[in-house]
């Protein structure tokens, strides 16, 4: 498996400046946080494979809207994840269109 160096980085910057915005709240936390998830989950899967932008773009495009969608129901009751504060902060607690 052949990384690429240059996607890695590209994705530890993304995380980091992600775990600057989880200090804040409001607009940015929850607008320019998912929207920064979305470009971080492309450089990791970038990183890791060798797949064209386009594939990866649009699998990444559409595991967001899965997980946003899923947001709308009680699926972290539903595997028992409700209480479990890591699995919130990473599914995420509220869906926003």
């Known amino acids: ?7 890695f980085k ?26 920064l998830v979305v470009i971080l989950l492309f450089y990791l899967v970038k990183a890791f494979s060798n797949f064209s932008n386009i594939t990866i773009g649009i ?23 409700q209480n479990n504060k890591l699995a919130t902060i990473i599914f995420g607690a509220t869906f926003s269109i």
Do not use: P, W
Request: with cysteine; glycine share 6%.
């Open 59 to 81: 699998s990444v495009l559409l595991f967001s809207f899965l997980v946003e969608f899923l947001q709308l129901t009680s699926f972290l009751e539903c595997i028992g994840m």
């Open 10 to 35: 590209k994705a530890v910057l993304v995380f980091i400046v992600e775990l600057l915005i989880a200090q804040t709240s409001g607009f940015i936390r929850h607008t320019l946080g998912d929207f």
């Open 1 to 7: 498996m052949n990384i690429s160096l240059n996607y």
